[in-house]
């Protein structure tokens, strides 16, 4: 399994705040501590993408709320992996169910989408269940009355996933496993547990899941690098020609794309969705003229906000089977995979848009055959 990591695309603008210290009478009994990587992932005229990942590095939480202030007026429009309140500039997110314990050292990631007007800045700080992040570590101890120095506080960690929570599938004998590489939106890596459910059911010595973004916690250890950039649209990532990097640092045989559904969202035209596939396509063919490309026709889009999402989808999703035919070739076939059918938003997504426990079952079940034959 390769080993890189790349926080932000090139472009993006990252904040790193480490945590922080308040009186001692607060957690008498606790040492407390974080750090903060907020990364604003993709920007256009009046919203934004941002992504942003939360590491406790203090005694274990079971229970964890960031909160922060916007500067310029920005508000969240949505929010993935976490529940959001806003009241002002002031804006709190706290854990969901399935990611709610903080292990010491461990990490929480979120993404959301947003508007602005006039200007987007980061903020300025953050604070973790009531700790201001600044870098330092509150020890669970008072400092020794010894007349040696204290320590300097550590650095902020890294923000990727923990060992535990990735794996490298052993290598077989010959060529070695086919890579691949899993390229979305939210829906593929925020966090995208229907990639560790369909791992699960492949031969590890068979597949090498690849990607510049690592895996996320989902409960199990998981070959977990991929491409799924929470609030990105497909139409962007054709436009700025960002998909070749990402190629060229993984260099996968197969790409499974979930991808549009941030398109559909903006009320972008099915056939503009398209074009940028289409673009993507070709750039696949450059880096791998073999390349094996598996395109989903995405699931449902239900969010409350957006009473139009739903047929957008489904009008995407009627043109995808013959773009895809029309582009496909003996050395490089589009498979397309149904991704859509029988997908309940009540039953299968959290908040209309992301997959739930039972929607990341469907859609591990839905890729697998494909998969399957495409390493065959």
Not at 37 to 55: I, L, M
Not at 57 to 86: E, M, R, Y
Not at 295 to 306: F, G
């Amino acid at each position: 399994m390769h080993q890189r990591r790349l926080a932000v695309l090139a472009g993006a603008s990252v904040l790193a705040l480490a945590a922080g210290s308040l009186s001692l009478a607060t957690r008498a009994n606790a040492a407390a501590g974080c750090s903060v990587s907020y990364a604003v992932s993709s920007q256009w005229p009046g919203g934004f993408g941002a992504a942003v990942t939360v590491t406790n590095l203090g005694d274990p939480l079971t229970s964890w709320s960031l909160t922060w202030s916007f500067a310029a007026g920005q508000t969240i429009t949505q929010l993935w992996n976490g529940a959001v309140t806003q009241s002002g500039s002031a804006v709190t997110v706290r854990n969901v169910a399935w990611n709610a314990g903080l292990a010491s050292g461990g990490t929480a990631s979120f993404g959301f989408n947003g508007s602005w007007t006039g200007s987007n800045p980061v903020p300025a700080s953050f604070s973790l269940n009531g700790m201001v992040c600044t870098g330092g570590v509150v020890p669970s101890a008072p400092p020794s009355t010894s007349a040696s120095p204290s320590p300097s506080p550590s650095a902020s960690p890294s923000t990727s996933v923990s060992p535990s929570t990735s794996v490298s599938p052993s290598q077989p004998s010959g060529d070695g496993p086919t890579k691949i590489m899993a390229l979305g939106d939210s829906i593929t890596g925020s966090p995208g547990c229907w990639r560790a459910l369909l791992w699960q059911k492949l031969p590890a010595a068979e597949v090498d899941f690849v990607g510049t973004l690592p895996g996320q916690g989902c409960g199990f250890a998981y070959d977990g690098e991929n491409e799924g950039h929470g609030g990105y649209l497909v139409t962007n990532v054709a436009n700025q020609d960002l998909l070749p990097g990402w190629l060229s640092a993984t260099d996968p045989d197969v790409v499974m794309m979930h991808f549009g559904t941030n398109d559909a969202w903006s009320n972008i035209p099915a056939a503009t969705i398209l074009a940028a596939y289409t673009k993507l396509v070709g750039q696949m063919r450059a880096a791998n003229p073999n390349m094996k490309i598996l395109v989903a026709q995405i699931i449902p889009l239900n969010p409350p906000t957006c009473a139009d999402c739903g047929q957008r989808v489904v009008t995407l999703n009627a043109a995808i089977p013959a773009w895809a035919a029309s582009l496909s070739t003996a050395a490089s076939p589009i498979t397309v995979v149904d991704q859509w059918t029988g997908f309940d938003t009540a039953a299968d997504t959290y908040d209309g848009v992301h997959p739930d426990d039972d929607g990341n079952i469907k859609i591990a079940d839905r890729w697998y055959p494909a998969v399957v034959a495409a390493i065959s």
